[in-house]
């Protein structure tokens, strides 16, 4: 009865501590990829004051061009272009989805090994003897 009353207790309390530590780590992350985020624009508007203080205002309006179409939403929006400009083969032809290596594996060979037959009967014979 004891064992029984113990573990309603402890699902309960399971049951709402669960979803409360869940939210609470989901809200820390978000609050960390907002920040990093806001961190990232700030690096590239010095970056983008840096050219237009060296006379290049074409690449500080390229920074800030591209800094506006990063989105917090979706992080690896980009992703699928990049690859295919350091590898030269476009993500759609692999057929395999972003940042996921192929992990099928080339089917091994077997070999024809045939089985040693051992007649028991001549064993047999010669320990009778």
Same mark, same amino acid.
């Given at each position: 009865? @004891?064992? &029984?009353? %113990?573990?309603?207790? %402890?699902?309960?309390?399971? *049951?709402?501590?669960?979803? /409360?530590? #869940? /939210?609470?780590?989901?809200?820390? $992350?978000?609050?960390?990829?907002?920040? #990093?985020?806001?961190?990232?624009?700030?690096? $590239? *508007? +010095?970056?983008?004051?840096?050219? +237009?203080?060296? #006379?290049?205002?074409?690449?500080?309006?390229?920074?800030? =061009?591209?800094?506006? !179409?990063? /989105? @917090?939403?979706?992080?690896?929006?980009?992703?699928? +272009?990049?690859? !295919?400009?350091?590898?030269?083969? /476009?993500?759609? =032809?692999?057929? @395999?989805?972003?940042?996921?290596? =192929? %992990?099928?594996?080339? &089917?091994? &060979?077997?070999?024809?090994? &045939?089985?040693?037959?051992? =007649?028991?009967? +001549?064993?047999?014979?010669?320990?009778? !003897?």
């Amino acid at each position: 009865m @004891l064992q &029984k009353t %113990t573990q309603w207790m %402890t699902d309960r309390l399971v *049951e709402r501590a669960l979803p /409360s530590i #869940g /939210s609470f780590m989901a809200s820390a $992350l978000q609050r960390m990829l907002i920040l #990093g985020h806001a961190d990232h624009h700030n690096q $590239l *508007e +010095e970056q983008a004051r840096r050219y +237009e203080a060296a #006379g290049k205002p074409h690449l500080a309006k390229l920074i800030r =061009d591209q800094a506006q !179409e990063m /989105s @917090l939403n979706d992080p690896l929006s980009s992703a699928p +272009e990049i690859c !295919e400009r350091l590898t030269g083969v /476009s993500q759609a =032809d692999m057929g @395999l989805p972003v940042g996921l290596p =192929d %992990t099928t594996t080339p &089917k091994k &060979k077997r070999g024809n090994k &045939k089985p040693v037959r051992i =007649d028991v009967s +001549e064993d047999a014979g010669e320990m009778g !003897e």
